[in-house]
């Protein structure tokens, strides 16, 4: 499970991880460090759609290194 949600009005971002939603999340940044520009990830794909209160999640996320 890997989940990524606003919180504090908007002013901080929470992910929320398992152990498979961390590897994941390492990986993805591995493949941005090592062959991208950007990669997007998506529910329910890659996230999860809620995190582990049941509180709706962001849908999508785009992790730029500011190439495009």
Do not use: Y
Not at 8 to 22: H, N, P, T
């Amino acid at each position: 499970m890997l989940s990524f949600g606003v919180t504090r009005e908007g002013k901080a971002l929470e992910i929320d991880c398992d152990q498979e939603g961390l590897e994941l999340f390492i990986k993805t940044l591995e493949k941005l460090r090592s062959t991208s520009t950007h990669v997007h990830l998506r529910a329910p794909r890659d996230l999860s759609e809620s995190n582990p209160w049941g509180k709706t999640a962001i849908p999508e996320v785009i992790i730029s290194t500011g190439g495009d």
